[in-house]
T-cell receptor, first 114, second 114 residues
Framework: AQTVTQSQPEMSVQEAETVTLSCTYD???????LFWYKQPPSRQMILVIR??????QNATENRFSVNFQKAAKSFSLKISDSQLGDAAMYFC???????????FGQGTRLTINP | ETGVTQSPTHLIKTRGQQVTLRCSSQ?????VSWYQQALGQGPQFIFQ???????GRGNFPPRFSGLQFPNYSSELNVNALELDDSALYLC?????????????FGPGTRLTVL
């Protein structure tokens, strides 16, 4: 069975600073994808960033970047220059080529302090 | 490009009743997945539909059923509602041309069972 663990239930950061959210996962598969989704109070799950396991280069999307450590099965999200609009629940998730489902972690609630 | 839409936004039912939730997939997407998100938890995979057939199922009882229509929209039906069915129900769509690995979510339907 595949599992995703987010060990930080809550995080807070000052506006304009940098914050890193942690995620570890467990799988015996070799071909998989990792995701970070953001869920603001509006409830809609929004894709933040995607990483393919076969790619060694870490994915980046503007202020969002990941640190993907395949051997350690770690996939952390770094948010630079934090903005008030970044406040949300952040979920780490994994899926597999040809498979049907996303497996999610329990989430990290991120608060941005002005 | 039209995103994933869901209806209704909120729904209140009583125990034992039946409910139908609806989802329209994002333009160009042919696969729909459904998730249940209990309060304070990460989403849990219910099932996925592709080519109007169930294409994978999570650990949910048979009273959770679904349909996919030729236009790729989908319904989630839940019979004999229980109090524990109270949750946010999320629909996500994806495309086989993209390997179905990246799912895009709708805004969800909040179901309350009294």
């Amino acid at each position: 069975a595949q599992t995703v663990t987010q060990s930080q239930p809550e995080m807070s950061v000052q506006e304009a600073e940098t914050v890193t959210l942690s995620c570890t996962y467990d799988t015996s598969e070799s071909d998989y994808y990792l995701f970070w989704y953001k869920q603001p109070p509006s409830r809609q799950m929004i894709l933040v960033i995607r990483q393919e396991a076969y790619k060694q280069q870490n994915a980046t999307e503007n202020r969002f970047s990941v640190n993907f450590q395949k051997a350690a099965k770690s996939f952390s999200l770094k948010i630079s220059d934090s903005q008030l609009g970044d406040a949300a629940m952040y979920f780490c998730a994994i899926s597999f080529r040809g498979a049907q489902k996303l497996v999610f972690g329990q989430g990290t609630r991120l608060t941005i302090n002005p | 490009e039209t995103g994933v839409t869901q209806s209704p936004t909120h729904l209140i039912k009583t125990r034992g009743q039946q409910v139908t939730l609806r989802c329209s997939s994002q333009s160009g997407h042919n696969t729909v997945s459904w998730y249940q998100q209990a309060l304070g938890q990460g989403p849990q995979f219910i099932f996925q539909y592709y080519r109007e057939e169930e294409n994978g199922r999570g650990n949910f009882p048979p009273r959770f059923s679904g349909l996919q229509f030729p236009n790729y929209s989908s319904e989630l039906n839940v019979n004999a509602l229980e109090l524990d069915d109270s949750a946010l129900y999320l629909c996500a769509s994806s495309s086989t041309s993209g390997g179905r690995d990246t799912q895009y979510f709708g805004p969800g339907t909040r179901l309350t069972v009294l």
